[in-house]
């Protein structure tokens, strides 16, 4: 591999690994989108700490074995660049029916307004979630979680960066227009929302920025997986280095939710409280319970179960069949990579009940990245019930059924429980509560959410981290914080 590809150019002033130097048109266009990007930052970016310094980690070369730099930065100074993995010698097209040819190096002319539009979607959801996490620092549990938060802020924009970077070097002026409007919708805005439900849906406390990153971050994942398959090479070398660094999103998700059970589960033991479900006496200990957890991940796995769109969808047929976005790990899949004759079981509504049904492959390939989706969200289901039953307790978080509080797809139309039974709207309306998080369990977690800024404390809701970031010790300060 040559390494002068993959050092980032900091020279001009959007690092890059790109060659913008030489790249005026585009550079001009990214220079001209700046301003208008650092007032969004500044407006919907999180509210306040920005002349705090933060100790970040940039990335400063797309080498897998050493890409990144932990120093103090104060977030408006952080450098979102544009960063693609290397290109692959003579790569071809994994999947569809241009199977085998050459990867395109430009957009294909009849596929461009289908690519435009993928490239849109994902590229909205990047400032999405920063505009739906941007009060947390207010209530942040520790420096340590703060700092976490405030990484994950400044990936995302880096990676609306990516992604207008795609539209205004290849698709000209309504790229350039696209990368406007980009900074122009505003997550919840009843004129102007994002595009995809679960990125206007409020982020209101920590437990929830945990479930998000855990569950809609990993959505993000398989999105990325899929596209990083693309037959258009530069989508696809973006997006392969955007999942270095959502990584690091899910682990703060993970570890998140982790040190929740695990300091709930402690107080439990302390307190003498044998069964988890004596909710009061459980938040009497300024912890939260086990059962609110549980109706904080339904409600999260369910919005994120929704980014998937509906389980038979020509749409996600026809991007497979023209090589722009493929399944999860498709080159390592053993079939003929077309699917012309390929069946996919789907679960379906038939005569009032929930069947398995078989589906032309092609059309059902939304449904089998949301199972691949599925077995990848349980790995932090097991490791959180080990927590829990280590600590000698009887209780087990589970994934709710598919078709539990659906807005987009086959079961949007009707309600079921978490265990997918059907039940009528009378009785969702009477038990909503019991499966989804209600007000008062929200007033609940708000009034734990008062902020921790002593260096190496904690909330008392959270556990510490096993490890500190970039391996620094407990008390380390994240965050120099400046008002
Ligand atoms: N909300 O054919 P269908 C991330 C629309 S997250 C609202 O079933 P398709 C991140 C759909 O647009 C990953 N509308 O869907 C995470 C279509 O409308 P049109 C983001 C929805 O196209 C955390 C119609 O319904 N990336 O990166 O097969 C932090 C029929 O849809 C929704 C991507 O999503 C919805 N949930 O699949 C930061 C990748 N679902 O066109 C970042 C790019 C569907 O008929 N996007 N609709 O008017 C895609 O691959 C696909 O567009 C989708 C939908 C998977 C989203």
Same mark, same amino acid.
Request: hydrophobic share 35%; charged share 25%; net charge negative.
């Given at each position: 591999?040559?390494?002068?590809?993959?050092?980032?150019?900091?020279?001009?002033?959007?690092?890059?690994?790109?060659?913008?130097?030489?790249?005026?048109?585009?550079?001009?266009?990214?220079?001209?989108?700046?301003?208008?990007?650092?007032?969004?930052?500044?407006?919907?970016?999180?509210?306040?700490?920005?002349?705090?310094?933060?100790?970040?980690?940039?990335?400063?070369?797309?080498?897998?074995?050493?890409?990144?730099?932990?120093?103090?930065?104060?977030?408006?100074?952080?450098?979102?660049?544009?960063?693609?993995?290397?290109?692959?010698?003579?790569?071809?097209?994994?999947?569809?029916?241009?199977?085998?040819?050459?990867?395109?190096?430009?957009?294909?002319?009849?596929?461009?307004?289908?690519?435009?539009?993928?490239?849109?979607?994902?590229?909205?959801?990047?400032?999405?979630?920063?505009?739906?996490?941007?009060?947390?620092?207010?209530?942040?549990?520790?420096?340590?979680?703060?700092?976490?938060?405030?990484?994950?802020?400044?990936?995302?924009?880096?990676?609306?960066?990516?992604?207008?970077?795609?539209?205004?070097?290849?698709?000209?002026?309504?790229?350039?227009?696209?990368?406007?409007? +980009?900074?122009?919708?505003?997550? /919840?805005?009843?004129? $102007?929302?994002?595009?995809?439900? !679960? @990125? *206007?849906?409020?982020?209101?406390?920590?437990?929830?920025?945990?479930?998000?990153?855990?569950?809609?971050?990993?959505?993000?994942?398989?999105?990325?997986?899929?596209?990083?398959?693309?037959?258009?090479?530069?989508?696809?070398?973006?997006?392969?280095?955007?999942?270095?660094?959502?990584?690091?999103?899910?682990?703060?998700?993970?570890?998140?939710?982790?040190?929740?059970?695990?300091?709930?589960?402690?107080?439990?033991?302390?307190?003498?409280?044998?069964?988890?479900?004596?909710?009061?006496?459980?938040?009497?200990?300024?912890?939260?319970?086990?059962?609110?957890?549980?109706?904080?991940?339904?409600?999260?796995?369910? +919005?994120?179960?929704?980014?998937? /769109?509906?389980?038979? $969808?020509?749409?996600?047929?026809? !991007? @497979? *069949?023209?090589?722009?976005?493929?399944?999860?790990?498709?080159?390592?899949?053993?079939?003929?990579?077309?699917?012309?004759?390929?069946?996919?079981?789907?679960?379906?509504?038939?005569?009032?009940?929930?069947?398995?049904?078989?589906?032309?492959?092609?059309?059902?390939?939304?449904?089998?990245?949301?199972?691949?989706?599925?077995?990848?969200?349980?790995?932090?289901?097991?490791?959180?019930?080990?927590?829990?039953?280590?600590?000698?307790?009887?209780?087990?978080?589970?994934?709710?059924?598919?078709?539990?509080?659906?807005?987009?797809?086959?079961?949007?139309?009707?309600?079921?429980?978490?265990?997918?039974?059907?039940?009528?709207?009378?009785?969702?309306?009477?038990?909503?509560?019991?499966?989804?998080?209600?007000?008062?369990?929200?007033?609940?977690?708000?009034?734990?959410?008062?902020?921790?800024?002593?260096?190496?404390?904690?909330?008392?809701?959270?556990?510490?981290?096993?490890?500190?970031?970039?391996?620094?010790?407990?008390?380390?300060?994240?965050?120099?914080?400046?008002?």
């Amino acid at each position: 591999m040559n390494v002068n590809i993959m050092n980032v150019d900091y020279s001009t002033k959007i690092p890059n690994n790109v060659n913008l130097g030489e790249d005026r048109q585009v550079l001009k266009a990214l220079e001209g989108w700046h301003p208008g990007y650092m007032d969004w930052w500044s407006d919907m970016g999180p509210e306040g700490f920005q002349q705090s310094l933060v100790y970040l980690r940039t990335a400063y070369s797309v080498d897998p074995r050493g890409w990144a730099k932990f120093d103090y930065v104060k977030m408006p100074d952080y450098r979102w660049g544009i960063l693609l993995a290397p290109q692959e010698e003579n790569r071809v097209i994994p999947f569809g029916e241009h199977y085998g040819e050459p990867a395109w190096q430009e957009v294909p002319g009849e596929h461009r307004a289908m690519l435009r539009r993928l490239i849109v979607i994902q590229g909205d959801t990047e400032p999405a979630s920063v505009e739906q996490q941007r009060h947390l620092g207010k209530t942040a549990p520790s420096l340590y979680d703060l700092r976490n938060l405030f990484q994950v802020n400044v990936e995302e924009g880096r990676h609306l960066w990516a992604m207008v970077y795609l539209l205004q070097k290849y698709f000209g002026r309504d790229g350039r227009e696209e990368a406007d409007e +980009l900074l122009r919708r505003r997550s /919840g805005d009843a004129d $102007s929302p994002r595009m995809l439900g !679960a @990125f *206007n849906e409020a982020t209101p406390d920590w437990l929830s920025f945990f479930m998000f990153t855990y569950f809609t971050d990993r959505d993000g994942k398989m999105q990325l997986h899929s596209l990083a398959q693309s037959g258009f090479d530069p989508l696809s070398r973006t997006c392969r280095f955007m999942l270095t660094e959502e990584a690091h999103h899910m682990f703060v998700g993970e570890t998140g939710i982790t040190r929740v059970v695990q300091r709930t589960c402690e107080a439990m033991r302390a307190a003498g409280i044998g069964d988890p479900t004596e909710i009061a006496k459980v938040r009497a200990l300024g912890v939260i319970d086990l059962p609110t957890i549980q109706k904080k991940l339904n409600l999260h796995y369910t +919005l994120s179960l929704d980014l998937f /769109g509906s389980e038979v $969808s020509t749409n996600a047929a026809n !991007a @497979f *069949n023209a090589g722009i976005k493929g399944r999860y790990h498709e080159t390592q899949i053993r079939d003929d990579h077309r699917l012309q004759n390929a069946t996919y079981p789907v679960l379906k509504l038939v005569n009032g009940e929930i069947k398995q049904v078989d589906e032309p492959a092609l059309t059902a390939l939304n449904m089998r990245l949301r199972d691949d989706y599925t077995q990848d969200c349980v790995k932090g289901l097991l490791r959180w019930n080990k927590v829990i039953s280590t600590a000698g307790f009887d209780y087990k978080l589970t994934l709710p059924n598919v078709a539990f509080h659906r807005a987009i797809g086959e079961f949007k139309d009707i309600h079921a429980t978490p265990e997918g039974v059907l039940i009528d709207d009378a009785t969702w309306n009477k038990r909503k509560d019991d499966w989804l998080p209600s007000t008062d369990d929200g007033d609940f977690i708000a009034s734990l959410m008062t902020p921790v800024t002593e260096t190496g404390q904690f909330a008392s809701w959270i556990a510490p981290p096993k490890v500190g970031i970039d391996n620094k010790p407990g008390d380390f300060e994240y965050v120099k914080i400046e008002t």
